[in-house]
């Protein structure tokens, strides 16, 4: 790494010229601090109209260094039960670190999310507002973090598995079935897994935006996925995706367990189990052979216990980190 010696420049994100560059950007981030997130453009793309609460031209940062992209913010905000969440997300070009881009562009990225709150923009506004990095993703600026005054609050766990046929028994729960996905169960599937999620930390006002965005994903292949009914009740699902351009980037076969769930009536029958090793038996019949997924550290429901007895090993731990968003 080197310090910028280049002047630097600030400026708002410009959708029609810069996704190229802001997902050459985030992959070159991703490789130098060991995530495995290498989006095409189209995935940025898509990942940067997902929610209803973010607009690229708005609530972006662009850092350049002689008209090259070395350092990108988005600013975001969830309404998280009784508090609201402004959400950072930091990317710096491993050349240009060092060099005080990613503080400018946090302390942008504080005083932008301010003034949504102030202007009416940025949640209710009697409601508690922190700010912060989250998931695995935030470890990468954890001594930025720290000197900014933020605190860690929670830890998030990537897990991993050779898909290699060993699976632990577990069958699917009496009365229960799975059933192919179809167009019209979308609806019940994603409800299902909302309700299932209301009992995890921090869980999240999910909107009309993200049950679009989430079913008109890049290599959306809902056969991949393991959603058991009980009559016309969904009791839980794994909901898992295979992205083939980053696989083919990072020289592996791997597939996410993107979404476990599982709601309440059905809870501590082994579903959550059934499901994961249907799954797991499918990515072997798809010629995959490696699994991943992630967890909260603190998971009410044991799922790290229950992940680990799957065969899952942790391979990093991420940090969640939080402050008061200090507003005038």
């Known amino acids: 790494m080197r310090s910028t010696v280049a002047p630097v420049t600030y400026r708002a994100f410009d959708p029609p010229r810069d996704y190229p560059a802001a997902a050459a950007l985030v992959s070159a981030a991703n490789v130098d601090d060991g995530i495995d997130w290498l989006p095409t453009s189209q995935v940025l793309e898509h990942a940067f109209g997902s929610s209803a609460t973010f607009t690229p031209a708005v609530d972006a940062r662009v850092a350049e260094v002689e008209a090259r992209m070395a350092g990108l913010l988005t600013a975001d905000w969830r309404q998280r039960g009784e508090k609201v969440v402004h959400e950072l997300e930091l990317w710096v070009h491993p050349d240009d670190r060092l060099s005080g881009i990613g503080n400018d562009l946090v302390a942008w990225g504080e ?18 507002h922190e700010i912060g990095f989250g998931g695995v993703d935030a470890t990468a600026n954890s001594d930025l973090a720290v000197r900014r005054g933020y605190r860690a609050v929670r830890y998030f766990i990537e897990m991993r598995r ?30 299902a897994d909302v309700d299932a999620f209301r009992d995890h930390w921090e869980a ?14 890049p290599h959306l292949d809902t056969t991949l996925w393991q959603v058991a009914w009980d009559g016309g009740e969904v009791a839980g699902s794994v909901m898992t995706s295979v992205d083939p351009d980053e696989n083919a980037r990072l020289g592996v076969r791997r597939a996410w367990l993107d979404h476990i769930s599982v709601r309440r009536p059905w809870r501590q029958r082994g579903l959550a189990a059934a499901l994961i090793g249907a799954t797991l038996d499918l990515l072997l019949e798809r010629g995959l052979d490696e699994a991943g997924l992630g967890v909260d550290a603190e998971n009410p429901s044991g799922a790290l216990r229950l992940y680990e007895r799957m065969g899952f090993e942790q391979v990093r731990t991420g940090i969640v980190y939080r402050k008061e968003l200090p507003l005038d």
Request: zero cysteines; charged letters at 30%.
């Open 162 to 191: 050779r898909v290699d046929g060993h699976v632990p028994d577990a069958p699917l729960p009496e009365g229960l079935e799975v059933r192919p996905v179809r167009p019209e169960d979308h609806r019940r599937i994603w409800d």
């Open 111 to 128: 005083a932008h999310e301010a003034g949504r709150v102030a202007a009416g923009a940025g949640g209710p506004s009697g409601l508690r």
């Open 204 to 217: 999240s006002e999910r909107s009309e935006t993200d049950f679009a965005s989430w079913f008109s994903r």
